[in-house]
């Protein structure tokens, strides 16, 4: 709804403030209808649409809506069943999406990929936890398997490896899972779990806003007839980028740009997120009454 009230405002009020005429490219009327119904990730379309991030909703949408069908049709088998639709989902990602970055080309093979093994992982950790290594082994392995995932992501994200992505992830969250070193309990801290929950929040709106801040900065531009930034697309995604002319003044804009995107979060997690769950949770029935018959009731 934010996004085509931005259309509707390039139209009527700023038609030349944005990358493209209103409701053309990435905004075009049919895909509001593929966005309502969780479609946008299933190449029906050449390119991310509306809001960018939300490929992943719609497919872990039909991946739950698979699961919970997995779950009630296969229920003896859950590790197989995982292992067989993780299987899925990789050689989907290697050989239909070519690509674990995929996203509205069929971004559903990787989060089939990267959930099932999410699966396997929780199966396995109540199967065989990490056994117990002791406050300073176990503080640094999780030191260690940190900077061995920023490494890996860093070095060797890309293509062959990178399709062991989920895996590596795996360990990372196995050896976390025990909470028995001070990595975990520096990440258990008040601010960082408060920014855990909100973490889906800020993934949804922070493009709204960068891209907000972007029309702001050209139509400023254009008014005052300056130009002191750039802002366009950066290569990834066709996601946005907005670029000051003084590297000096970007550190405290992305500062900024950080404390808006929180607090925006923090009002959309308490506004839509949760009053969203509350409305979809199942409501659990109230114990029948027993009757007044005059007998003590007995358990």
Known sequence: MAFVAIELSKALIAPGAGRTPPFT??????????NLLMLHSLHLHSQLTWNAPSWTVSVEFYTYLVFAALVISWPRR?????????????????FVARSLSATFDFGLFRCFYGFFVGVLTWKVWRAAPMPPLGPRLATLVEAAMTIGVFVYIALIGGPPFGYAGPLVFALFIWIYASEQG???????????VWLGEISYSIYLVHF???????????????VAHLNYATVGLAGLDDGWFIRLKSLWAMDPFVALYLVVVIAAASQT??????????LIKPRRRAPAKPEASGQPVTS
Do not use: D, N, W
């Open 182 to 192: 001070q990595v975990t309990r520096l990440f258990s801290a008040r601010p960082l």
């Open 25 to 34: 490219g990435p905004h075009t009327p049919e895909s509001i209808v593929t």
């Open 208 to 222: 709204l806003i960068i891209v907000m801040i972007g029309l702001a900065l050209r139509s400023l531009e254009k």
């Open 269 to 278: 997690y308490r506004f839509i997120e949760q009053p969203g769950r509350a």
């Open 78 to 94: 859950p590790i197989l069943t995982a292992a067989i639709m993780a299987v899925v989902g990789a050689v989907g990602v290697m």
